[in-house]
């Protein structure tokens, strides 16, 4: 799944959950929270495979459940410190998400096997023949059905995301306008 994908994926089942557990919509700092954790095993992972080739795919270390576990144990773990353990669910949420909308695909397909990244180093890695660059991995892009339906996800969260009064452009603005007060 592509960036757009994640976030938005992420962003509707956070404000769902937001919605359902609090009955507002996400906080500025949740929403951006979720989105970090959306794009968080990719930022780890593609640099390391394809930049620096640490790791052996694009998909291993930070796209392991185990790894996910440790992240978001830790995330709770700061965030209960700091009175703010809602932080760590935000985060948790977008990060799962992206686990499980990178096995969607070969769920879909029955390719179950092509998910053993999810307990790597447990299981070997599947075999892949797109861990290149960043440059051709975006030169590889096609409009897929699939492409399309994360399109369509996209539309829905800027939809959602509009619903809820825009979280995290609206924090950002209230702290410009914070500053902007303190220096008059």
């Known amino acids: 799944m592509w960036p757009w994908g994640h976030a938005a994926v992420g962003y509707l089942l956070y404000s769902l959950y937001s919605h359902r557990t609090y009955n507002q919509p996400p906080t500025s700092m949740a929403a951006i929270l ?6 968080f095993p990719d930022l780890i992972d593609k640099p390391l495979a394809w930049s620096v080739a640490v790791l052996p795919t694009g998909r291993s270390l930070a796209h392991s459940l185990i790894t996910a576990s440790l992240v978001i144990t830790l995330a709770r773990t700061v965030s209960r410190r700091y009175n703010r353990s809602g932080y760590a669910v935000a985060f948790g949420i977008g990060y799962l998400s992206h686990l499980a909308a990178d096995g969607l695909h070969p769920v879909i397909k029955g ?3 092509s998910l053993t990244y ?16 960043f ?3 975006f030169l590889a ?8 339906l994360e399109f369509g996800l996209v539309a829905l969260a800027l939809i959602v ?19 902007r007060t303190v220096r008059e």
């Not at 979720?34 to 794009?39: K, S």
């Not at 180093?121 to 290149?132: E, F, G, I, Y």
């Not at 409009?143 to 399309?148: M, N, V």
């Not at 995301?161 to 500053?179: A, C, K, S, T």
């Open 34 to 39: 979720a989105g970090v954790g959306t794009q």
């Open 111 to 113: 390719d179950f096997a």
């Open 161 to 179: 995301w509009w619903y809820d009064d825009i979280p995290g452009v609206r924090g950002l603005q209230h702290l410009l306008q914070n500053e």
């Open 141 to 148: 892009f096609e409009f897929r059905p699939f492409t399309l």
């Open 135 to 137: 440059l051709a991995h």
């Open 118 to 133: 999810l307990t790597w180093p447990l299981l070997p890695l599947p075999v892949s023949d797109t861990d290149k660059s």
